[in-house]
């Protein structure tokens, strides 16, 4: 295994954080929060021009350097197949035909939890048309499991609801989805500090994704340098294997023979 | 004149506007967008040689920030 | 607050990692992984001589170069007041003068859960008597404040019980802990991975201090790498301040407008 | 002739041993150690001064790795 | 709100505890458990009958006192949505018209998750047929509420993995489902030990369903009662309605006044 | 082992379950509570007698059955050994000699942390001037243990803070109390509802002590009821011994074979 | 001669063996079963007038313990 | 007449006041308390044989709700 480059789909990457662009205070912001993060890969959300526009104002798209970054449109807001298909269509032609997307179709206005059956249906429609589809789903592990089998190219299971910040709520799901994918598994929603993202890197999740987490901090420049770190810290501590946990007995750090004063 | 629908707002044109020309007015020439005309995805090539028709229902997309 | 630099007594740090050099392979692997660790202070038990070895055999101080670190000698293995000055004066003597110590004394050989009571007897008369005292304690906050009172330099309760790698416990208990002190708070024993570093230092506290958590790692360079890491995310994620907790609703990272099919 | 006790082990040495000599003999001239005699701490700089008498209770150490 | 009774479908009962009948013993055991834990439903699996069989051997039914208890016939072992609903039919048939039924479709032998897919289109024609169904789930709170607008009568998402003993892994999704269900919620798979249960009914679910925990415990017959009184307590504090956490600052349950040395 | 006796010093109980007699709105309601908590030792404060009151006022002894319940005297408070050993003579006297106290030290006004310097002080005068003493300190082993040497007859460590309802911050530390303590082990503070308690219980601890769990419920009397439950089921859950958690491969808890469709 | 499959297995019974005969000579009579011919739910009213064919296949569930 | 503390306040009472008296005055015959005079506790039996003098510190507790 090399810790340095992971797959996804035909494209290879360094950075296994992924960052998106919504949320922040202006584009200036975005871009240096993406340049501190260090991610390859930066998601974007399609939707309708906005008309009454002056041709002089920015646009999102200006404050990306594609030669460093690699574009992931997604779904959000989508409730159904049908919209998030034609949604990821439009993408493609918007982006020059390009064809690595996120999927997501949600189930709830209030929670936004992913309406999975929908997903389905929708990541077969787009891999039939050429998609290498990155999917957005629950911590289902049999729901996971089929969408492999349906030839996404990363699994992404939420952490906890999207803009919750609440951290990896059911490790157990996510560690078996992680056991039984040939796929990079890739936690998507509900990271909301460093440690949440190290967490998800030391059991093996193969990258993090993550907006509200950097852009709702504080300081989101800063909060981008330390998950960059986070997820790297993650990586190495699963590549370099943790001590076994003893519940007790201690152990002692220091040698318990040549003390002043020998124990019985 | 012909009435369409833009991002789902009604609009009218003159006759024989292309596509092209829509873009143009709108001020989005060099803007990264995507159109839809009646559910049907647009090709960029094909701006120039499409008029748009009455009641026809043009969605123009773009990138915006998301995660 | 400057998020570079932290004192300790009368000494100035860069790095917020304290390793020990228990537990490893040979010298060698003890020097790489300090060196990777970044840690500025590294912990020293004080032992009788082995008197058998050859004048050529190594011993650890050859493999540290004091100009870079910080020595930290400690009592582990002492259970009483007693012991522990006696130990520490004798470190004093070895190491010509130095008075920053790691006072630690023991209540039970099986759990190695400190002796408060005695703790509190040492470090008054080691402070008497000239030393820096940074103090090994449970997470009690009243015997913390108490320790603080009477002229420590660092507070460092334990996460969990030495050599354990079962993280923190008792946030709650550290938590208050952090917040009642103005010395430098240091999380000692019981960090097992990364992400219990990362935790640590989002928490607020000054600096992690570990030894089992490297040294019996797989890889214990490459994890004396991911913990460098680990601690400095947790410490710009803290600076950082990150994003509330919303245990539901959930808030879309995508805008709510301009979707091709408006939610009602 | 003395008997001394050293790290808790029983040595025999001749009259009048200093220190710097026991230390010496011991292969331990270029090891940091420190020295503690009765359980008192003896300073470096007394070692070339300091006889041992039997009886005495002397511990040798030194600094090893430790967490 | 009634403490006392709960309705499912169109049968009403007191005793919010269900329990399985599989791993005892003998059905000596079984019954007893059965009794000590007042239950008043009982699920059964159906399989083929054993050949071989001599008539006088007894048979669990022989064990069931009908008059006391509902039978619950289950479809445990079924992998997809056709052999669901064979065997409930079947089930039906042996049961002379029985028509509650627990719906389970698994997803995978090796974690017994639910295939939440098979479940939807399961329970469709189930409840076509006739059938009042009580329907296995995960947590997923939008499949949950989908099962609920299908016309099932009881939503039974799992705590943890089937057999498992592992407790309520993601309480948050569990209370979105209670939230947002008109329709008893009951836990099903996953509690372990008493304390399991008395959580999920503090929580507000309706009911609790469990086998392991009584049939593997120690002593099955004490653990029946134990988890009687655990759901009972559980729903008893739910309705009284518990103090609020409060992180601290703490408040004595003492007079702070009167104290013969008044505090500053 | 007996489940259903207990004995503290030189008496003996039923019940497991202690309760506090503070927070209530008023005597007849914390005279309900007592009796639904089935209750056989309750704790008081001693606090100066208030001068402007009538004689036909009633007081707190009046609405407690000394026939069905033993008082236990508390030094809610008290911040000194001096202090705690006063209050608890004038128990002494004010209650005819009665021996059976709680000792509780505080090191905090704003967390109410026990002082365990000082409680180990007042533990020692106690002991040697004839009391019973059950002793409320941290969840600190050494310390316990060293209570326990000292003669107390109960050790009583907290749960969480006094008054806070968070449930056992460290059930780890709980857990080395139970295992090395030979006297009675009762969680005292933090109980908040009733899982709480059965958690406590099912860890082996003797009995449980609680206040403001009962007194501060929507409704005192209910949750004194759910109390009395959550305590039994705890206690008989941990005598008939809980299935053994397995974090996955999950296992059945119906027949694998006789399926219409066997699995491959 | 017909040869049936009763719950998986082959079995031989003389031509026009009723389901009645076949569960009174299975000792299936006292016991609550439920069966299924070729897929069809066969109900009790109807065990003494069906008669079982070469080929059939046959499943005899009963309830067991399960959760 | 003497000036007595009593629960921290101050009060005249007459010379020659006994406990008992005391207590009586305060309408806390009827009363579960305890008693103590400079840190002394009083017990009981001898409420009636002490005499109040000036200066005297006076605790008067009884039980009250606590947890």
């Not at chain 1, 197949?81 to 035909?97: K, Y």
């Not at chain 1, 289902?140 to 190219?153: F, Y």
């Not at chain 1, 994918?181 to 990271?191: E, K, Q, R, Y």
């Not at chain 1, 993550?210 to 986070?230: E, H, L, S, V, Y």
Request: glycine share 8%.
């Amino acid at each position: 295994m090399n810790s340095k480059n992971f797959t996804i789909g035909t494209r290879s990457f360094t950075s296994r954080l992924i960052v998106g662009t919504g949320k922040y205070k202006n584009f200036s912001e975005t871009q240096s929060a993406i340049k501190n993060s260090g991610a390859e890969i930066v998601t974007v959300a399609i939707r309708r021009t906005n008309l009454g526009q002056k041709p002089s104002e920015p646009s999102l798209l200006d404050y990306i350097d594609r030669d460093l970054v690699t574009l992931l449109p997604n779904t959000a807001g989508c409730y159904s197949a049908d919209e998030a298909v034609r949604t990821l269509q439009l993408a493609r032609e918007l982006l020059d035909g390009h064809d690595l997307v996120k999927l997501e179709v949600l189930g709830d206005p209030t929670t936004l939890f992913p309406n999975v059956t929908e997903t389905l249906i929708a990541a077969e429609r787009l891999i039939q048309d050429g998609f290498q589809v990155m999917v957005y789903t629950s911590d289902d592990p049999v729901i996971a499991k089929r969408l492999e089998e349906l030839g996404c190219v990363a699994i992404m299971p939420l952490a906890s609801l999207i803009g919750s910040g609440m951290g990896i709520l059911n490790p157990w799901n996510l560690k078996i989805i992680i056991d039984n994918s040939m796929l990079p598994v890739i936690v998507d929603a509900g990271v909301g500090t460093a440690s949440d993202a190290t967490i998800a890197m030391e059991m093996g999740c193969d990258a993090v994704l993550m907006n509200t987490a950097i852009a709702a901090a504080k300081d989101p420049i800063g909060m981008a340098g330390a998950m960059r770190k986070a997820v790297e810290a993650g990586r190495e501590a699963f590549l370099a294997g943790r001590m076994a946990k003893k519940a007790y007995q201690a152990s002692p750090s220091s040698p318990k023979t040549g003390l002043l004063t020998p124990q019985g | 004149m012909v009435e369409v629908w833009i991002n789902g707002g009604s609009v009218t044109l003159e006759d024989n506007t292309s596509v092209d020309s829509l873009i143009d007015s709108l001020g989005l020439s060099d803007r990264k967008i995507a159109i839809e005309i009646n559910h049907q995805i647009v090709s960029r090539s094909r701006y120039d040689s499409i008029t748009l028709k009455h009641k026809d229902k043009i969605e123009i997309v773009t990138a915006v920030g998301g995660g």
